[in-house]
């Protein structure tokens, strides 16, 4: 009859108690054999304290956009109130114009869109030369757009043709990176809860349920219409 051979390092001791720890955490111990007792070592076998198993996360598919731009992320409270506020006659087509058009060329994780006026300007009027008689937004009218727009708490000028857009209402990024942002917003705004970016209008708002602006005309004035 043959005798059992001793195994020649621990190894083979570490490998048995290896399967039989995996097979007790798979609920297959009934599938693995019982190793026949072997002979003691000069050297004690290595005993597994612990079997770690990782179950890697299925990738994610990315959305599919029209365009090559990517995609951002919008608060549907403010996409809501906006529609509301185009069809009250609240703020200007080219505000609007002006804000959609900052968002969506905002740097991905900043909330930040490196534009001139003269770019914003420029890019709003590529549909309207495309039409005779078409009548293109004026870098005046895009001046004032923008102030109105920083007025409402929508965007703020960041200097050196960089705007800053609220980042609670428009995004490009995961939520770490707009906390992140959100956090230096605020330090740099000496956290102020009634300044940028959590004072929203037009008017002024104590909360988002609603948009309360009685006394606040957004109509152009002789002086915009000169200018």
């Known amino acids: 009859m043959d005798t059992p051979t001793e195994p020649s390092s621990s190894d083979d001791f570490l490998l048995e108690d290896v399967m039989a720890t995996l097979a007790i955490k798979m609920g297959q111990v009934s599938s693995i054999a019982t190793p026949a007792p072997r002979k003691a070592s000069s050297r004690s076998p290595r005993k597994v304290k612990q079997i770690r198993i990782d179950y890697e996360d299925q990738p994610t598919t990315t959305h599919d956009m029209a365009g090559g731009d990517g995609y951002s992320l919008a608060s549907n409270w403010f996409t809501s109130k906006l529609a509301q506020l185009i069809i009250a006659n609240r703020i200007t087509r080219s505000q609007v114009a002006v804000f959609l058009y900052v ?125």
């Open 103 to 227: 968002a969506s060329g905002q740097k991905r994780g900043t909330g930040v869109a490196s534009f001139t006026q003269q770019e914003i300007t420029d890019a709003l009027n590529e549909e309207v030369s495309k039409q005779p008689g078409g009548k293109p937004i004026t870098r005046p009218t895009v001046n004032r757009a923008v102030k109105s727009l920083c007025e409402y708490g929508w965007l703020e000028t960041a200097g050196y043709g960089r705007i800053q857009l609220n980042v609670r209402l428009w995004f490009s990024g995961n939520s770490d990176a707009q906390r992140d942002v959100l956090e230096q917003i605020a330090a740099d705004h000496d956290n102020d809860p009634d300044g940028f970016p959590y004072r929203i209008g037009p008017g002024n708002l104590s909360h988002q349920e609603t948009f309360d602006f009685p006394d606040f005309d957004t109509r152009p004035t002789k002086r915009d219409v000169a200018g």
